[in-house]
């Protein structure tokens, strides 16, 4: 069964009813959006907030290593907790600024920070918890600079060609 190919100048948004076309602010060509403004605004502010905590439930196992669960063991995690997610929302904010370099750069530093928190935790030696955090911060910006590089160069070719 054949489809009609969307031309220059038609919608790309009609599912939704968004109507844009063209280029947003950074240059990259417009994709249909599937969702509307409130789950994203939903998703935005759910996804620091569910992670945090988990973050905290997480340091908050470690802390108490087996042992019962307290009020000093529940006021740490929530408070992780409150920490994580706070840096979450700023790491997030502050890197929409940055090149994709550096995306991928404070994103890997911030993977690589929150695990070397967790494994200090836990009671290892110092030495054996920066390695394991050096190494996932590196694994984390390679792969984010992948995808930055592969995602945006292909979006930037494709708007090239179309004007």
Known sequence: MAHAVPTRGTSTGARTGTGRTGTGR????AR??????????????ATPLVLGLVYGYWAASVSRRGGPVTGWNL???F????????LYVV???VARRLPREGHAVLWGAF???????LYSGSGVAMFTCIVVSLLLAAA?????????????DAEEARAARTT
Do not use: C, I, N
Request: glycine letters at 12%; zero cysteines.
């Open 140 to 152: 984390v910006t390679a792969g984010l600079a992948y995808w930055y590089y592969t995602h945006q």
């Open 26 to 29: 950074t240059g990259r060509t």
């Open 91 to 93: 790491v997030r904010e």
């Open 75 to 77: 006021f740490f995690g």
């Open 111 to 117: 993977a690589g920070s929150a695990l070397g928190y």
């Open 32 to 45: 249909p959006d599937v969702f509307g403004k409130r789950t994203h605004l939903l998703a935005k502010w």
């Open 79 to 86: 408070m992780t907790a409150l920490a994580f997610a706070v």
